[in-house]
Structure formats: C-alpha cells, structure tokens
C-alpha cells in the first residue's frame, strides 16, 4: 500500500512522500492532500467494519480507527493514541423536522466525541502523524475546539501542546479544557485568521508540528465521520448531508470521504452537502453566490455569536468549493437570530448543541423554504459540538440576555427563564398549578 501526498491544485498535482513535513505544496503553494493510488477495498471490508464493533481492542473500539482502511496512511498503528473518538450517534429529531418543514431529520452528533466536538475524529490521526515524524511540540490556532482536541491527544500521547486563541474570543468551555489537558496557552490579541498567519511562521521557524485543520491528516480522521454515519445507516446513503463552515476542515474532508467511498465501489450514490455560514462571518456563502467563482474574498472582521465559526479567511476553500460543487451541493448563511432559534430548536428534543452545530438547522429551515431541500428528503445534519461547550451564550438566549455582535438585541423566542422561589412549600404548589 502506498500513501503520498498530493497537492490538491489541478494544475499541479506534484506528489510528496506522506512523510515530509509540509502544509502546503512546497511548488505551487496549493492545498495537500494523502493519496492511495491504485488501493481498492478487499470484498468483505464492510464487515470486517461492523465485526470491529464487538472487538475490545482499542483500536477497533475507536469510530475512526476502525475504519483504518478508510484512512491508511500509517505502515504501523502501535503508536496510535485513541481516547475512542467518534462512535457517536445518528438521532432522529421530529420537532427539529418539523420546525425545519422536514418529515424527518437526523442529527449526527458529533458533540458526543471524548473532547466534546468533531475535531477528536481528526486530531488521533494528526497526532499518529505527528509521532510517526517524531515531533515532540505540537501547535495550532484555534477559535476553541480543536484547541481542546489537540491539548487531550497531545498529553495522552506525551507531546507538549502549544494553543493560540484569540483573546476573549473562545467560549470559557473551551478555554477551561485546554488548561486543564495540560496545553500551553497563548491567547493572542488578534482574530482567528491573523493568528494563523503567524503560527504557521512560528510553527516553521521553531519546528513545531503544526494541527489546524489544513494538517491533511486531521482531514483523513474527519473523513471517518461519514463513513461511521454510512455503516451506522447499513450503507444507505441520504440525499443530504448538511454542515457548517468556519475554516471548511470539515466540508473538505466529507467531500473526500464520499469521493473515496464511491472510487472504491461502497457507495453507489452521492450524497449532497450543504454548508451553512454565519451571516457575519459568511466569505464562502459570497463566493458561491459570486458569478465566477474564482477567488475568496476573505471577511475583514469576521462577526458572530457562533464563535467557533467566527472565521473570515478560511484556509481549505479550494477544497470546500470542489467538494460542494462535485456533490451537487449548496452553501447558505443563516443569521445570528435564526442560529439562536434553531439551537433552541435542536434542545426542544432532548439533544442540544453549541451555537455553530445549530447554524445547521437554520440552514435547513432556509433551504426547504426556498424548495432547495423537500419536505420528504433524507437528511442527516451534523452538530459538531457539545451543548455544555457555550453555556453562558445557552444563559443569555434564555433570560433574553443575547446580543448579536452588531449591537442588535436577540429575541428570546423560545426562551425558558428560571424562575426565582421561595423557601415555602404553599407557595412553591401554588407556582407549579
Ligand atoms: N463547528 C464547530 C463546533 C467548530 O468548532 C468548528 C471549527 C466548525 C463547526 C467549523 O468547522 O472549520 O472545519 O469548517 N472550529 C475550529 C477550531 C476552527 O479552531 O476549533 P470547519
């Protein structure tokens, strides 16, 4: 089996060994991606996966190392460091279908990960790599997530982590996470997309292994997300499969999963993605509705609630916009008032999310108003975060306490205050009549 890396430019395409430490293609500049030519799935692959699930191994035990065929970049997996990410669960929501104008809708959720959000199912393998390489500093920037993630694998795997934030720009969940997993934290005065500018110096200049998302192996774990969500619905695949974009990881990494799976003959039809941006923070949604499509127009100061997607010059777009395209799919942006209806929405049934996972489901709302999405078509959107990562913004919509970054206040609509009782059981039965 071999695996390269391969710049993602048409026009370049030049081939790297997988383990060169390199971001980006060191000829034209382009994106990376891993390759397996000439890999093709032996015939029982599909149940070697679902056997897997009865081992106690850990690495069948882990959503996304089980699926290692799916991702074979690495010639040895004992230095593989697993907390048993992914296994998360497919959840059918009828009140979020039906606010949405859906008959059905089924949120994977991918908050249920060790860390808390979707990045875990990347970060096992950016940190295998990094240990491959022998690479004992691991850094990223990040607006929270993937700095959890990361500050977890790395102190599980006995590698020092290095986090740029922007300062006051992460939610406290996060922030908490990455100090007490043991990371060195700088919180930098700056946005997302000018720290990145300056780890990537950094990350080059020190020798420190760099993990934001366009590391192309925290690309290859992203990928086992679709591919869990297709063994967990026996290979059936939806019609769409719905995320949101910040830095667009995650759109590039779906798009190569479904790309892979239909190459390699396990799925026969393509599902359709549809990435959803925050209104404020939305330079991916303008270039899709730009007539040319040629280049990203990056969002100067980048605004909104979902800090987590709170991003205006996201690095994987030529990626994001070859993956939509090839899938049939969309791109649409929701305002910070639909975000904050739908995450209500999405708590309704028993399942909450951070803000950007509910950036979703106002999506939805929006496309099957316009007639992009029918009533009956089968969907399965994904919520990147947990609800517990964001609670002061959960406080603030419910004690109508929001206001969107442009000073305009939120509306509380389907706001659940506490209330206030007194130490008096009369009082108390009276309340509850
Ligand atoms: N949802 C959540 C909860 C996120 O944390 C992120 C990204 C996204 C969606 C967007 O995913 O960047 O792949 O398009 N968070 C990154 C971070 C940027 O630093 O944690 P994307």
């Known amino acids: 089996m071999t695996a390269e890396l391969v710049c993602f430019?048409?026009?370049?395409?030049a081939r790297y060994a997988i383990t060169e430490v390199i971001y980006n293609c060191p000829r034209c500049g382009g994106l990376l991606e891993a390759d397996y030519p000439g890999w093709q799935p032996e015939a029982a692959l599909k149940k070697t996966w679902r056997e897997r699930r009865l081992s106690n191994a850990a690495l069948d035990q882990s959503g996304v190392w089980r699926y290692r065929e799916a991702v074979p970049f690495l010639d040895r997996y004992e230095q593989v460091v697993t907390l048993r990410e992914g296994n998360t669960p497919l959840l059918e929501a009828a009140r979020a279908a039906a606010w949405a104008g859906l008959e059905r809708l089924t949120f994977k959720h991918q908050g249920f990960?060790?860390?808390?959000?979707?990045?875990?199912?990347?970060?096992?393998?950016?940190?295998?790599?990094?240990?491959?390489?022998?690479?004992?500093?691991?850094?990223?920037?990040?607006?929270g997530n993937t700095s959890a993630s990361m500050a977890a694998y790395a102190s599980a795997a006995g590698l020092q982590a290095i986090v740029f934030i922007p300062h006051g720009n992460i939610s406290f969940g996060k922030l908490a996470q990455a100090l007490e997993y043991g990371a060195r934290t700088l919180q930098v005065e700056?946005?997302?997309?000018?720290?990145?500018?300056l780890v990537r110096v950094l990350a080059e200049r020190l020798g420190i292994y760099?993990?934001?998302?366009?590391?192309?192996?925290?690309?290859?774990?992203?990928?086992?997300i679709i591919v869990e969500m297709l063994d967990q619905r026996d290979w059936n695949p939806p019609d769409w499969i719905v995320l949101p974009g910040?830095?667009?990881g995650n759109t590039s990494a779906f798009g190569k999963a479904l790309r892979e799976l239909r190459?390699?003959?396990l799925i026969q039809k393509t599902p359709r993605l549809a990435v959803i941006q925050a209104e404020g923070a939305a330079p991916f949604y303008e270039l899709w509705r730009s007539r040319e499509r040629a280049a990203l127009c990056a969002v100067g100061h980048p605004e909104t609630l979902a800090t987590a997607i709170k991003i205006g010059n996201p690095v994987s777009w030529p990626k994001a916009l070859f993956e939509v395209v090839s899938s049939g799919g969309v791109v649409e942006k929701a305002s910070e008032q639909e975000i904050a209806d739908a995450k209500a929405q999405i708590g309704l049934?028993?399942?909450?999310?951070?803000?950007?996972?509910?950036?979703?489901?106002?999506?939805?709302?929006?496309?099957r108003a316009a007639g992009v999405i029918a009533a009956g078509d089968d969907v399965v959107a994904v919520l990147t975060g947990n609800l517990l990562k964001d609670p002061d913004y959960i406080y603030g919509y419910h004690t109508d306490g929001l206001t969107a970054p442009g000073g305009e206040k939120?509306?509380?609509?389907?706001?659940?205050?506490?209330?206030?009782?007194?130490n008096d059981p009369d009082r108390i039965a009276a309340l509850l009549e």
């Open 246 to 248: 910040g830095n667009l």
């Open 113 to 143: 990960n060790p860390t808390g959000s979707f990045k875990d199912n990347g970060m096992t393998c950016g940190v295998a790599q990094a240990l491959r390489l022998g690479r004992p500093r691991v850094a990223c920037v990040s607006t």
């Open 210 to 224: 760099l993990l934001n998302s366009i590391n192309p192996f925290r690309i290859e774990g992203q990928k086992t």
């Open 9 to 13: 430019e048409p026009k370049c395409r």
């Open 349 to 367: 049934c028993g399942i909450g999310c951070e803000p950007a996972s509910a950036a979703t489901l106002a999506g939805i709302r929006k496309l």
């Open 190 to 197: 700056a946005n997302f997309d000018q720290i990145l500018a």
């Open 263 to 265: 190459q390699w003959g």
């Open 410 to 422: 939120l509306r509380s609509t389907y706001g659940n205050r506490p209330e206030v009782a007194p």
